[in-house]
């Protein structure tokens, strides 16, 4: 496929640049059944590994990623669909000039590959000094990136998934509803793990907590079936990404993926929330009282000031 461990990806062309040439390159939903050599997901896991990610937070990442994949849950989920395989592939990110590829494209029909899939990811180590860990947080580029990744998969797919987590919103690279629209268009879907944490803080305001997963929700994800699910601190990543992984391999109508992503992200604790099991037949009933309306999450698309935080680049 091109990629090779732990390669850099080639960032691709500015949104604009492209305009009017786009084409749904991911026909989601669109899978010939009778094709021998389809997967039922392609899924490219793409984890924030900026600045603002301590190192043992990123080997905490890394090891809930793992653990998850290696669930028998997951796996049951995973490779129970029609065609009983997935595509999956792992990369990391950072600044406008930092996306790595870990582990290109792979295509599993069984638990034992997922499982070396999910050892290979516990594998990764730091590197000595790598500048990746100390660079801003550039979502619109990491999606882009993520995207040349799809692009290796050679067979077809019923669902094309991006999965971002992060626990920041956007301050560097290109703007993210541009490039969210862009991937859109191509057939793409986007799906968020935003990570709630308040730097040790014990009387955080639930509004200032809840900044990073009202910015997934308004300005990164979309598309068909698209969700985002919270963790609160990178303790809860594992569970979170157990239930995420499930409700994205699970072949389910939209408005499923949504009440169970409503149900989870609206309970105090996201494993009391219940995770369900891996045949989905009961959804989880959207609990507590209705959402209060709040104003729309600043994408950071317009310069409002010159001290504008986001600092996008033209």
């Not at 801003?136 to 040349?148: D, S, V």
């Not at 803080?201 to 639930?206: A, L, Q, S």
């Not at 569970?239 to 989870?264: C, G, V, Y």
Request: charged residues 20%; glycine residues 8%.
């Amino acid at each position: 496929m091109g990629l090779t461990l732990l390669s850099l990806v080639t960032l691709a062309p500015d949104p604009a640049s492209t305009e009017g040439a786009l084409m749904p390159r991911y026909a989601s939903g669109q899978v010939d059944i009778h094709n021998p050599s389809r997967v039922d997901v392609a899924l490219v896991l793409a984890v924030d590994v900026s600045s603002s990610v301590k190192s043992h937070e990123r080997r905490f990442q890394r090891e809930a990623y793992a653990a998850a994949l290696a669930d028998p849950r997951v796996a049951s989920m995973a490779l129970g669909g029609g065609a009983g395989r997935v595509a999956i592939s792992y990369m990391e990110w950072s600044g406008r000039h930092y996306q790595r590829v870990h582990l290109p494209m792979r295509i599993m029909s069984t638990p034992e590959q997922l499982a070396t899939f999910a050892a290979d990811i516990l594998a990764i180590e730091d590197r000595n000094a790598d500048p990746m860990y100390v660079q801003p947080t550039a979502i619109g580029n990491a999606l882009l990136a993520a995207e040349q990744v799809m692009a290796t998969l050679n067979v077809p797919a019923r669902d094309y998934v991006i999965d971002i987590s992060g626990d920041g919103v956007l301050n560097d690279g290109m703007g993210i509803l541009a490039v969210r629209d862009q991937l859109l268009a191509m057939g793409l879907t986007v799906n968020g793990l935003p990570i709630e944490i308040t730097h040790g803080e014990t009387n955080t305001d639930r509004t200032a907590l809840d900044r990073v997963s009202h910015y997934y929700e308004d300005c990164v994800i979309g598309g068909p079936g698209a969700f985002h699910l919270v963790a609160r601190g990178f303790e809860d990543v594992r569970e979170t990404l157990i239930m995420k992984l499930m409700l994205e391999m699970a072949e389910m109508q939209p408005d499923e993926r949504s009440q169970i992503a409503q149900a989870w992200n609206q309970s105090d604790d996201g494993v009391v929330a219940q995770i369900l099991p891996a045949n989905m037949i009961e959804l989880a009933p959207p609990g507590g009282s209705a959402p209060q309306r709040r104003a729309p999450a600043d994408c950071g698309e317009t310069r409002v000031s010159s001290a504008n935080p986001f600092m996008i680049v033209p």
